[in-house]
């Protein structure tokens, strides 16, 4: 019998373009989809005993550990297809596992990006981008690279474009653009920003400087004040904003100032009890699971190791990582 289309059941439309108030209802259409036709979190729910019918609210679906990325193929469709599909791979050391997200079809995730980014800034087609992103670009499979060639490429701006330490050119189109009175976005891991504005200090007057996170071992870990900080103190810029993605989610949050993150449409976080993962809340503080309606393909459901706190309003904070030595095995684990 011929394995069935799981693309074509569900509305991927409908999903793409819910609104806040029917946010939790195509959440709940979506588990109903991934419960049945996603093996490895079917089997998480069924070791969990949670069984299709048991939910009936967005923080009764079950949230599958971001950590079964590294361990297995989380994919809504026939595993035998993930190799001919695209895959963003996490970073890691040569004795880490890296994370794996396949993506069944790219046009959901170009969708959700850039709906998302006008959402908060606007037609990317009136910026120039550019991309400060070592060890992103000298590695392939980078969702974060994915991202900042899609917004590039539709955008269009001549002066788009990435660098890796070409910081006097960087310096250079940066001037350039300034001058001209050009909106510009400067989007970077944070240490390459941090070196690159040491360097050439400059003021910013017409450029949104985007952090995305990352020191990757560096240097001194930094509070994201400390950081934005400096960055003001160098650039000029008023605010820093800031990018909260990752390489298992395909929705991204955006920080306008202080670290406070507002997801894009597709996607509503949560939290949990750090000592109960099935105690999930729409606000407060705890772990973030992280409700991804454009993983339709993939797994929609993601309990994070980030702790953060979740506003009224839906907004959060991201305070730091789980302390995994904090917590006691757990057989699911082995799902």
Known sequence: MKAPNNKALINRDHLLNADRAGFGMAALELFRYQYR????????CDA???????VDDITRIPFLPISFFKTHTVLTSPAAMAAD????ESSGTTDEATSR???WDNGVYETSLLSGFQQFYGDPANYAILALLPSYLERKNASLVYMAKTLMAAGRH??????IDEWQALADTLQQLELSGQKTLLLGVTFALLDFAHAYPMALRN???METGGMKGRKKELTRAEVHNKLHEKLGVQAVHSEYGMTELLSQAYAAEHGIFMPTATMQVLVRDVNDPLDVSTHGSGVLNIVDLANMYSCAFIATDD???IAAD???EVLGRLDHSALRGCSLMAV
Request: negative net charge; without cysteine.
């Open 37 to 44: 036709y996603n093996n490895i979190y079917r089997q998480f």
């Open 48 to 54: 969990l005993h949670v069984r299709e019918d048991d």
């Open 85 to 88: 599909l695209l895959t963003f």
């Open 101 to 103: 997200h396949y993506v």
């Open 158 to 163: 001549p002066a788009n474009g990435f660098y």
């Open 207 to 209: 450029t949104i400087v």
């Open 307 to 309: 702790i953060g706190i």
């Open 314 to 316: 839906g907004s959060f």
